[in-house]
């Protein structure tokens, strides 16, 4: 009796023939041989309701295609004849799947794994001489993808691709999971109410911005900058820092005539070190500490030159604290 190597790719049969010469068998089992059935719930092939107790699932295999049904016959009677089996699919997780399924479809007890990674006499008998078991970790993982191929991709093609009729199975759960955060954004976009509101700053002449604050006391902390890009891909202009928002017009053109008619009054100073990292090219340097010493007071009586736009496109490096009548200017 013969030994029987078994491979995926039938283009690989000539040249492994030849160099395991006679008392040799290849076959090849022409890629996936089965899948999961479509029946159950949702045509998953699988029933997740479990039973009390029951901790695994049970999936229901069948030959992927008549030609595969074909391909299974005939290396059954092979593997009837033959002393010794050996499976050679490729040595990753979709070969050991493959591997596991001829196994199972076959009814071997005890089949050879080998693994190669060339096909040459010197690779490939060293891997018949030391052959070893298929490795269940990589085949538990494969089933598990191809179950979640059904769980996520038929549970939406039910009610979004399979009514087309266009032939399509399943929409894929990578599409799937696509296709929900898509809906989802689109949800928050139909739901978003605009609203017009004003922002109130004040430029001076020494060199900073104040924003309005509501609250004098309450604590105000810069908003944060993230890079973004704009729809060509450029680094776009970070969002500009803003007062509290004030949501009518009359109410800013009151607080914007309270701000020109009285007198501004530095109630604080703070300065902080910010670290900035260096360019790329400088590989990976340590980045300095640069500190930024805060300006010189101002007077307290200060209300000259005190344009106030809605909007503000000046980043700023101090937090002062100015106290006029009706809120606050935060810089």
């Known amino acids: ?35 999961l059935a479509n029946d159950g719930e949702d045509a998953l092939g699988f029933d997740l309701a479990l039973e009390p107790g029951q901790t695994h699932i049970t999936c229901r295999y069948l030959p992927r295609s008549p030609r595969a049904k074909q391909v299974l ?17 490729d040595p990753d997780r979709e070969g050991e799947t493959i591997g596991w399924h001829i196994q199972q479809a076959l009814r071997l007890k005890n089949p050879h794994r080998v693994t190669y990674s060339e096909i040459t006499p010197a690779a490939v008998q060293r891997a018949i001489a030391n052959p070893t078991q298929l490795d269940q970790n990589l085949i538990a993982a494969g089933r598990a993808r191809d179950c979640l191929d059904k769980l996520v991709g038929y549970k939406g093609s039910r009610h979004i691709v399979w009514p087309l009729q266009n ?16 809906c989802q ?21 020494e060199g900073f911005k104040a924003f309005y604050c509501k609250d004098p006391n309450k604590k105000q902390t810069a908003p944060a900058q993230k890079p973004s890009k704009d729809s060509k891909g450029k680094a776009a202009a970070p969002d500009s820092p803003e007062s509290d928002r004030v949501t009518h017009q009359a109410e800013a053109d009151r607080i914007l005539a309270i701000a020109r008619r009285h007198p501004h009054t530095v109630i604080s100073i703070a300065g902080k070190i910010t670290h900035q990292s260096p360019p790329a090219s400088l590989h990976h340097r340590q980045p300095p500490a640069i500190r930024r010493s805060p300006p010189q007071a101002l007077p307290r009586e200060h209300n000259e030159n005190c344009p106030i736009p809605l909007r503000s496109r000046a980043h700023h490096l101090h937090a002062h604290r100015l106290r006029c009548p009706g809120g606050a200017l935060q810089s």
């Open 185 to 205: 954004r689109e949800k928050e976009i139909l739901a978003f109410k605009p609203e017009d509101y004003w922002s109130i700053w004040s430029q001076y002449s």
């Open 73 to 89: 016959s005939d290396l059954r009677q092979a593997a009837k004849t033959a002393s010794q089996v050996y499976i050679a699919t």
């Open 1 to 35: 009796m013969s030994k029987l190597l078994l491979i995926e790719s039938p283009g690989k049969l000539r040249k492994l023939s030849q160099i395991l010469g006679p008392g040799w068998t290849v076959k090849a089992s022409m890629g996936h041989v089965r899948e």
């Open 167 to 182: 032939g399509a199975k399943s929409m894929g759960r990578v599409q799937s999971a696509t296709l929900h955060l898509i």
